[in-house]
């Protein structure tokens, strides 16, 4: 279009550049999709996962219980 062209209902006047904003929005979705991905696994976690950490708590839970002892005996030997 030009200055002092007729238009007529239907003309395209002007066209935007939506390639930014059609990027902006791949990238949240993917965005979105890689949350919902995580949040699935906090929901249904791995089973062997679980079992993992839960030996590791149990682990944490009596080096923990045998250094209160360890400290019970060295501080009473003072």
């Known amino acids: 279009m030009k200055v002092g062209n007729q238009v007529k209902q239907g003309d395209v006047l002007a066209e935007l550049d939506t390639t930014d904003l059609e990027l902006a929005v791949a990238q949240a979705e993917q965005s979105y999709l890689s949350q919902q991905a995580t949040y699935s696994l906090t ?20 080096a ?13 030997i003072r």
């Open 43 to 62: 929901v249904n976690p791995d089973p062997d996962e679980v079992a993992a950490t839960q030996l590791a708590v149990s682990n944490a839970a009596a």
């Open 64 to 76: 923990y219980k045998l250094a209160q002892q360890k400290y019970a005996v060295n501080s009473t």
